[in-house]
Structures are given as C-alpha cells and as structure tokens.
C-alpha cells in the first residue's frame, strides 16, 4: 500500500508539499498540485482518514444515533440530517438503538474514539450524565437534559392544541388520545398535556391511552386500538400521537366497520410523507423535519467551532387538514 512519503518521492516534492495539497492549505502551483494528483492516482494512494482527523482535530463526520431508521420519522429525520452534513462537507455515521442502553453506550463510546465532530441524539435511554461527559459537541432532538446542552424540538404543546381543538370543532364529543409512554423524560409529552387541557377547557369526555415503555413497538398499535373501540364504542374522534399511530387506528376503525371521518375522525402528529399514501388521507400536525436536520447540523458546526448557539431551540408546527377529520 502506497504512503504519503512513496507519492512525494515519486512526485519529486517534499512530504509537507503533498500534505498541503491534500488539504488545500497554502499556496501550490497548479503545475505541482497536478503533478501531485496525477502520482496519487498512479500509486492508488488513499489519504489515512484517522491520521488527517488526528492532525486536524476534527474527523468531518458527524454521529446520528436513532432508535430506529426503519421509523418513517426517523428515516425522514436521517435523510435531512445527512443532507445538510453534506452541504457543510460533512458525512453522517448512522447509528440505531433500539432503544437499548447497552447499545447506545457502545455507539457513543465508538463515536468519541473516532473523534466525530459532534453527535445528534434522537435517542436517548441513557442517564444525563452520559451525555454530559461526552466532552464533544452533542445536539438532542425532542428532549432537554442538560443546561447546556442544546436541543431542538417541535412546539409540541402548541401542536397538541391544534389537533384537540380541529377534533372538536368538527364536533367530536368523546376522543380519545393515544400517546407514547408518559413517564418518559420526553417534549412530546406536551402533546398530552395540551390535549388534557383543551378537553378541560371545553368540558369534553375524553380517554387517554399509553403505548408501553418501547414506544416504537408496531405490533402493540393494533391491540391497542381493537381494544378501545371495543371498550369505548361511542368514541368519535382519535389524536395519535404520531402518523404510524394514526395509520394504525385507521386500519382499527376500518376493520371494526367505523367510517373515518363519517364515525371517528383521526388526526396525527409529525407530518411524515407516507400519511399521503392512505386512503383516507391522514390529517396530521407537521414538524418541519427539514428544519430539524438543518438546525441540527448547524447547532453542530457553531460548537464545533465556538460560535454563539441557542440552547433551546423550538420550532412552529403546522394544522395539515385531509380525509380523516
């Protein structure tokens, strides 16, 4: 395998002159970074990416770890983030939990060995401290766990309203909301919190439903839903915390010969482009997804480089009215 030293011997320049060639650092004639180029290619030499992180103090990588990429949110989530890292000429190190701590420690401890420029946490099992003694820059999506450590999130609470208040101005007057695991140390618990209060304020019946501690388990939707509406015949509308719980009371209401939004009206969260593939339409309360990869990246790179950064970072949803209300 080629070195730097066979590409500067064979190119007749020094080792230092083919080092500012690869890093585009100084001033090279264009004669000589041709010649340097055209050697490199010649020998098949390849630049030891560790080595270059080690003397730049900076890999140009940046860690996403998820608890899963085959969510459809996370996936959308993943593809901004990796398209904005791109712009800032970075690449994105992929990383799924599972939602398992053990997993997640092993993915952080492999991110800090590799010396990425900072890490977006969508998920998080682990303790605080984890994430304090990370000693890098470190973005959080949805949840707040330090006083400085940055975090993005939805206005989640702003979103609950809408999506209680849309149910009931339709003329929903027994709805149910079914949500992730509240006693997870997460802002889409104000999605919840919203909704109680709305149905509070306007004197509405309501029932309120809680996924298990693994959120993101599919299989449990189904259950979930056969069991209210069998428990609860006269419900006539649904908050799903997100689209995939939407679409899975869609599929309960359909199967139970409910029409939606003739019986129930269902409304859900995140705004993901899959709840456009269902027939009904899903209605959905929109994150701005884009805007959360971007931000992400730039929360990033501001700390990587010790610019100013806001720590608390909440973004505007937005009411996406279709079929099911």
């Not at 000429?89 to 398992?100: A, T």
């Not at 099992?125 to 949805?142: C, F, G, K, Q």
Request: some cysteine; hydrophobic content about 40%.
């Amino acid at each position: 395998m080629a070195t730097i030293h066979d590409v500067a011997l064979k190119a007749g320049v020094s080792v230092t002159t083919v080092s500012r060639v690869m890093n585009n650092r100084g001033y090279i004639s264009e004669r000589t970074r041709s010649k340097v180029f055209q050697t490199m290619e010649e020998l098949n030499y390849h630049p030891n990416e560790i080595a270059r992180s080690l003397l730049r103090k900076r890999s140009s990588v940046i860690g996403l770890i998820i608890p899963a990429v085959s969510h459809p949110f996370f996936a959308e989530l993943a593809n901004h983030v990796e398209y904005y890292a791109y712009q800032n000429g970075c690449k994105v190190l992929l990383c799924n939990s599972q939602l398992d701590p053990v997993k997640e420690k092993e993915y952080i401890d492999m991110l800090k060995r590799n010396m990425v420029d900072g890490i977006v946490m969508g998920s998080h099992t682990l303790e605080v401290d984890a994430y304090r003694n990370l000693h890098s820059p470190i973005v959080t999506i949805d949840r707040r766990i330090d006083e400085d450590i940055p975090y993005i999130s939805s206005d989640n609470y702003a979103g609950g309203r809408l999506a209680a208040e849309l149910l009931i101005s339709k003329g929903c007057r027994k709805i149910a909301h079914i949500c992730g695991n509240l006693s997870l140390n997460l802002l889409a618990n104000n999605r919840s919190m919203a909704f109680r209060d709305v149905m509070l304020e306007h004197g509405i019946e309501n029932v309120v439903i809680q996924t298990d501690m693994n959120v993101f388990d599919h299989d449990q939707y189904g259950r979930i839903i056969g069991k209210l509406l069998r428990e609860h015949e006269d419900i006539d509308g649904i908050f799903a915390t997100s689209d995939i719980i939407a679409a899975f009371a869609l599929k309960g209401c359909t199967q139970a010969g409910k029409r939606v939004p003739e019986d129930i009206r269902i409304i859900g969260y995140d705004g993901i482009g899959a709840v456009s593939w269902f027939e009904p339409e899903i209605s959905s309360i929109r994150q701005p997804i884009s805007e959360i990869g971007r931000l992400a990246v730039e929360l990033i790179r501001k700390q990587r480089d010790g610019e100013p950064f806001e720590r608390e970072n909440i973004l505007p949803v937005e009411l996406m009215e279709r079929s099911t209300t």
